[in-house]
């Protein structure tokens, strides 16, 4: 079946420092890539929404200057915390849509725990 | 615009015994209705989803969910549950209509299962 890959899977990092986390679909192209960010014991809230070759999407109250995303090819998203704080620290998952003729899939990646100190 | 409502943060179950997660949507438009299970510290997969025809779902793990309309509900079941089946488990719902397809959760439900 298809598969997100998402890295770093989890980081640590120094406050004030950026950090870039990948999101690849490895056997689809996907034109669409959903970004989400979950805090503990809450649900996954949208932050943007990504297509190839054009600006993000952001979610209502999502800084854009401060979380970069680029969907520079169809098999690749990018997102970048920038100037990293200790409210930033979450878990942040992507999520693929794959067209397989009218039938759309969804396909998320593992994640990656962000912890800012 | 869509939400979900999930009742239940928690629900303890004993090994074997049947359970249903709850799960209330609301949305001016046609929507289609999604389960997730979440495992600790990875991504989430999909359960089941609806997105047309026949009420009733059926997804892997031995789940299977209903979709109903007049209740705008969408509660997961399953008749015998495993110490495996522990996990965080997200109801979803998107737009049915063509175009964006990003997803609305729920809040979740904690499925504890103890021996």
Redesign the interface.
Known sequence: GAVVSQHPSRVICKSGTSVKIECRSLDFQATTMFWYRQFPKQSLMLMATSNEGSKATYEQGVEKDKFLINHASLTLSTLTVTSAHPEDSSFYICSARDYLGSNEKLFFGSGTQLSVL | AQSVTQLDSQVPVFEEAPVELRCNYSSSVSVYLFW?VQYP??????LLKYLSGSTLVKGINGFEAEFNKSQTSFHLRKPSVHISDTAEY?CAVSDGRAG?????????TRLQVQP
Do not use: I, V
């Open positions: 997730y510290n990875q991504g989430l997969q999909l997200f964006r397809r990003a997803l609305t959760f729920g809040s979740g």
